[in-house]
């Protein structure tokens, strides 16, 4: 299954996670998040195709400008919902895969996209996205994702198998961030070799 490192804010993290078999590693660029990239063209430099934007706005066009001026392969926007039906055709317009953020919550409209992240809905949390906190698994995307929401190494694995069957069918790997830190924003290199292991080795 493939596994996200999310959250990287430095280079020497970003070829850590690399080096650990990441296969996806996002760069959040949101001031609040103690995850904030302050630097991403020196944390994302060389990263590319397996690099993904992960930003908080109002408007996908400067999410998709920013990932492309970084080279950056894919983009994971947070946006109002009424924004997110046009996102995919954006993205893949600008040459990116649009990984879209899936909150376990209610009554969302179906939004397209080459794959979901199903994580902790912001009115469980108070914030969005990274947070350490799992969710109910109780409102699926409507298509392949990435199981999101307090995972580490030692988790993953039985709470991928703990989904129904129809979701485990979509699931096409895990997404973590806060416990992976050593402290906030830095990454504990035995926490991502630890995550990145274990799911590689859960079957698809
Ligand atoms: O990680 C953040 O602080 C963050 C801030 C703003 C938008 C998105 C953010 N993270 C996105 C992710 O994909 C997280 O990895 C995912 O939600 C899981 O987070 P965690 O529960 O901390 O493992």
Redesign the pocket.
């Known amino acids: 299954m493939i596994a996200?490192v999310?959250?990287i804010t430095t280079s020497e993290d970003a070829r850590m996670a690399l080096d650990a078999g990441a296969d996806l590693i996002?760069f959040?660029r949101?001031p609040?998040?103690?995850?904030?990239c302050t630097d991403l063209a020196g944390a994302s430099a060389g990263i590319g195709a397996r690099g993904v934007l992960?930003a908080?706005g109002d408007g996908i066009r400067p999410m998709i400008d920013e990932a492309k001026r970084n080279g950056l392969g894919w983009v994971?926007p947070?946006l109002p919902t009424s924004q997110r039906a046009n996102a995919a055709t954006h993205a893949h317009a600008a040459g990116l895969k649009l990984l879209l953020?899936w909150p376990d919550a209610p009554d969302q409209p179906p939004a397209e996209a080459d794959l979901y992240?199903w994580?902790?809905a912001p009115a469980q949390t108070g914030?969005?996205?990274?947070?350490?906190?799992s969710h109910a698994a109780l409102h699926p995307p409507p298509g392949p994702f990435l199981l999101?929401?307090?995972?580490d190494g030692g988790n993953a694995r039985e709470r991928i198998n703990a989904l129904m069957q129809d979701q485990r069918n979509q699931c096409r790997g895990a997404?973590?961030?806060?416990?992976?830190e050593a402290s906030p924003g830095r990454k504990s290199p035995l926490k991502v070799q630890t995550f990145t292991s274990a799911v590689h080795a859960i079957p698809l």
């Open positions: 996200k999310c959250g996002g959040v949101h609040a998040s103690p995850r904030h992960v908080v994971q947070y953020p992240v994580e902790t914030v969005h996205g990274g947070s350490g906190q999101a929401g307090g995972l997404d973590a961030a806060s416990r992976l």
